[in-house]
């Protein structure tokens, strides 16, 4: 009876429900990560799972992000607002805020937060994510920006809040900072941190039209990873790959060429998978795969 014992109770879903969520399939998508974790319940009992030694950096990380939600006890007033399941993914972005590129072309980011109180705890989420911009912009200046301005738009009746560049950015090898634009957004019980408009809107769009066959198994964590995005992510970035490798020492012809092997590697697959699931008395882990 090892998942649903009091001891690991808060990391493994009930067998009999869904879990972890689906991660929404946007186009793009290189990978995601999705998982079911009782927040509120581990933080209680997080001496039981961390190891001795890593209970100061525990302490210390929940200090900073106490410092983002001033008043704000995280046990107390925070993880009670926020659900039990969470997505984290990554997908292809394009740069339509800028005029031009970043050196280093990141793909976008967003993280998928169930809400327990969905309107106390998307009022909290709110305020953490007003107080994490504003510290940035203090650091505009070092990372060679300019400030946002905190803007909003209405989405498919969906307000976004996001960071606004006073005058577009210009140029061919920008910094990597400006990859980055932060949006966030509220979807019924799902709020959205995301690291660029588009993301955000592409991401209200899946998330308000749900596939019509919803996943009936249990699954407590669950990693995918799409080849062909992943392929791209890599090719949008091939001339810096290849300087890197010339830098390192090697001839030009040859980092092309490694570039290329790379590149045909990822592409002879499609999809990596990896899950976990619990049920009465088991735990199952799950890897699959699909090539071309």
Not at 96 to 113: M, N, R, S, T
Not at 213 to 226: G, I, P, S, W
Request: charged share 25%; hydrophobic share 40%; net charge negative.
């Amino acid at each position: 009876m090892l998942p649903r014992s009091k001891a690991v109770r808060p990391t493994f879903s009930n067998p009999n429900e869904p879990g972890a969520p689906q991660i929404p399939e946007i186009d793009g998508l290189i990978g995601g990560i999705a998982w079911y974790r009782e927040l509120d319940r581990w933080y209680r009992q997080r001496e039981s799972y961390l190891q001795p030694e890593a209970l100061p950096g525990f302490d210390q990380f929940e200090t900073n992000i106490g410092n983002l939600l001033p008043g704000r006890d995280i046990g107390e007033d925070v993880l009670p607002l926020i659900g039990d399941r969470m997505t984290l993914l990554a997908a292809l972005q394009t740069f339509d805020h800028l005029d031009g590129e970043p050196g280093l072309k990141l793909p976008g980011f967003a993280i998928i937060l169930e809400l327990a109180d969905p309107k106390e705890g998307a009022d909290t989420l709110r305020l953490f994510f007003q107080t994490f911009t504003a510290i940035l912009n203090f650091q505009a200046g070092e990372q060679g920006r300019e400030p946002w301005v905190m803007d909003s738009e209405t989405y498919a009746d969906t307000q976004i809040a996001f960071g606004r560049y006073l005058s577009t950015p210009e140029g061919d090898s920008l910094p990597i900072v400006f990859n980055f634009q932060p949006a966030s957004a509220q979807v019924g019980d799902q709020f959205l941190f995301c690291s660029s408009v588009d993301l955000c809107r592409t991401l209200i769009d899946a998330l308000k039209s749900p596939p019509t066959e919803t996943r009936t198994a249990n699954r407590n964590f669950d990693l995918a990873v799409h080849a062909a995005p992943l392929a791209d992510a890599f090719e949008m970035n091939r001339g810096l790959l290849e300087a890197r490798a010339i830098q390192d020492g090697t001839a030009p012809e040859r980092a092309s060429e490694d570039v290329n092997a790379l590149l045909e590697l990822i592409r002879t697959m499609q999809a990596l998978e990896m899950t976990t699931s619990a049920g009465e008395g088991t735990f199952e882990l799950r890897l699959q795969g699909s090539w071309k």
